[in-house]
């Protein structure tokens, strides 16, 4: 199994402004995952991020509203930038150990933009 | 497109009665179907996967291509199964897809 935590829990921003939510593993992984769950919705994946390379984003998300950073294989961070309160949400960090279908997740970071 | 479906938000049952969580997904080729499960303050974590076939804290989801349906069942509910359950899809490749999630109450 996997161990991830999550920073910060929960935060509350103004609009306009950026916060970085980090993600720790307690192994090596080669892909961790970042996923967003808005109020009353499924779990959307934002990016993929792959350590030593550019992340791959999903249809609806861009670098430059989420940049991501991999730099070794146990760490990562997703930032949202420019906040707006469409931005409330759990974000949350994940990765596979196996290709078998279980992903770990972290706690969730909560999200409130004012 | 690829889709899961949980048209529950909230399913309530009393302690002792069977449980069935409905999961139907849209998805053209041949689906690995999964459970998930999140207990109150804890994090989401996997129940169970269709290609196991397997009983965990006695519940059970048959793969049913023909109506392409994933429910989650259990004969005798407890109340420590209280929890938000979600469906979810993997086409083959790293991606995963969730439904909205169903919350169960057990009620004493």
């Known amino acids: 199994s996997a161990v991830i935590s999550q920073k910060p829990s929960r935060d509350i921003c103004q609009r306009g402004t950026s916060l970085t939510i980090q993600c720790q593993v307690d192994?090596?992984?080669?892909?961790m995952f970042w996923y967003r769950q808005q109020p009353g919705q499924s779990l959307t994946l934002i990016a993929t991020?792959?350590?030593?390379?550019?992340?791959?984003?999903e249809s609806g998300f861009v670098i430059d509203k989420f940049p991501i950073s991999r730099p070794n294989l146990t760490f990562s961070t997703l930032t949202v930038s420019n906040m707006s309160p469409e931005d409330s949400s759990i974000y949350l960090c994940?990765?596979?150990?196996?290709?078998?279908?279980?992903?770990?997740f972290g706690e969730g970071s909560r999200l409130t933009v004012l | 497109a690829q889709r899961v479906t949980q048209p529950e938000k909230l399913l309530s049952v009393f302690k002792g009665a069977p449980v069935e969580l409905k999961c139907n997904y849209s998805?053209?080729?041949?689906?690995?179907l999964f459970w998930y499960v999140q207990y109150s303050r804890q994090r989401l974590q996997l129940l169970l996967r269709h290609i196991s076939r397997e009983s965990i804290k006695g519940f059970t989801a048959d793969l049913n291509k023909g109506e392409t349906s994933f429910h989650l069942k259990k004969p005798f509910a407890q109340e420590e199964d209280s929890a938000m359950y979600y469906c979810?899809?993997?086409?083959?490749?790293?991606?995963?897809?969730f439904g909205t999630g169903t919350r169960l109450k057990v009620l004493a």
């Open positions: 998805y053209s080729g041949s689906p690995e």
């Open positions: 994940s990765v596979e150990l196996a290709r078998n279908g279980e992903l770990f």
């Open positions: 192994s090596q992984v080669t892909m």
């Open positions: 991020a792959n350590q030593g390379s550019e992340a791959t984003y």
């Open positions: 979810a899809l993997n086409s083959g490749t790293y991606k995963y897809i």
